[in-house]
């Protein structure tokens, strides 16, 4: 699929669920509003149908998301049928997780050939990462991240920059990344969804991790591309790869290759863009006019996103558990 600026769209973020077993505090509020109602959810039959469609239609990755995608009552059964796709022009399937539930399924995950999976994790202390949760419990997600990696899961974990928060632990992440052989990815915090919070005040530019890690590790620049928005980097005294995602400072539309899928069947031809069209409302077509119609909508993607740091944000009516990182 080729949408008008000529970006070729290969790679689907699926997102099974709105629902989570975390509620952090940048993503969206505690008691949260806009969760869908329960009989809106996408069936498994449904989940697989839009699968499959878009696979034909030139979709080679999937990442599954959620809210937390681990905690989907099927989702053993829905794992096994998109690994089963590999056989069919699907080239990668990835996992994006809070790690909550890796004890219990990192093994199943890498038995079925899932080789990467991105883990989320702000904070190396058990006292802040139960305050930004909302409760969460950092010795069950750590333990969730070492049976990912002793099941040899390549792990990568993503941590959301927040001003007066993780600042202070950019440096102890890094290290406890590269002591455990894991890949490492920082992100900005974006302005999707409104909260109590201001995110301006949340706001911290990779260009102050960058800077942080230089002085300690030494930081270079490095010609590696992965498919994704990131930027990388290797240290010099550890050797280790690290990841910087600049939604806000580094705009990468132009090179954007994704859509996203919502747990409600909604296609997103663009994160940071309101335009949506709702698949179940075309499900009823059959599988070639379905085709015909999501060509049409990702032709149209739009041609870059429209966040700003200073939370002038148009994006109100969903969080990021509705579309998944
Ligand atoms: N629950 C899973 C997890 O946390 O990995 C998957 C869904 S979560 C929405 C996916 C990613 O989005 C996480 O890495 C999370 O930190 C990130 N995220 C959530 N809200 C964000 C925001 N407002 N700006 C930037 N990243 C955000
Ligand atoms: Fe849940 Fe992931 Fe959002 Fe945290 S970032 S509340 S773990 S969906």
Redesign the pocket.
């Known amino acids: 699929m080729i949408d008008k600026f000529g970006r070729k769209v290969n790679y689907l973020r699926l997102?099974v669920t709105d629902r989570?077993d975390?509620r952090?505090n940048?993503?969206?509020p505690k008691k949260n509003t806009l969760l869908y109602p329960k009989s809106e959810i996408l069936s498994l039959n449904d989940l697989k149908r839009i699968t499959k469609i878009l696979i034909n239609l030139g979709i080679k990755k999937i990442r599954i998301?959620?809210?937390?995608?681990l905690i989907r009552k099927d989702i053993s059964e829905f794992l096994e049928y998109i690994c089963s796709l590999k056989q069919k022009g699907l080239e990668e399937v990835l996992i994006?997780?809070?790690?909550t539930q890796l004890k219990k399924y990192a093994k199943k995950i890498s038995d079925l050939g899932i080789k990467k999976i991105?883990?989320?994790l702000?904070s190396l202390s058990s006292k802040k990462f139960k305050f930004l949760t909302n409760g969460g419990n950092l010795t069950e997600v750590l333990n969730g991240i070492y049976e990912a990696k002793k099941n040899k899961l390549d792990v990568k974990i993503?941590?959301?920059l927040l001003k007066d928060f993780n600042e202070n632990e950019i440096l102890k992440m890094v290290k406890w990344c590269a002591d455990n052989n894991f890949k490492q990815t920082f992100?900005?915090?974006?302005?999707?969804?409104k909260l109590d919070l201001q995110?301006s005040n949340q706001f911290l530019p990779v260009s102050f991790a960058q800077e942080k890690i230089k002085e300690e590790f030494g930081l270079d620049p490095i010609f590696f591309k992965s498919n994704g928005p990131s930027r990388y980097f290797k240290t010099n005294k550890l050797s280790n790869i690290i990841g910087f995602i600049s939604?806000l400072t580094d705009n990468f539309c132009s090179t954007c290759n994704r859509i996203r899928v919502t747990s409600n069947g909604v296609l997103y031809p663009c994160l940071g863009d309101n335009g949506s069209t709702n698949l179940v409302n075309i499900l009823k077509f059959d599988d070639n006019e379905i085709s015909q119609k999501i060509k049409n909508i990702i032709f149209n993607k739009p041609e870059k996103h429209l966040f700003s740091v200073d939370d002038k944000t148009y994006i109100n009516n969903r969080?990021?558990?509705t579309?998944?990182?």
């Open positions: 997102s989570c975390l952090c940048y993503c969206m998301t959620g809210g937390e995608p994006t997780t809070n790690g991105n883990i989320s702000d993503n941590t959301v992100i900005e915090v974006m302005p999707v969804g995110r939604p969080y990021m558990n579309t998944g990182g």
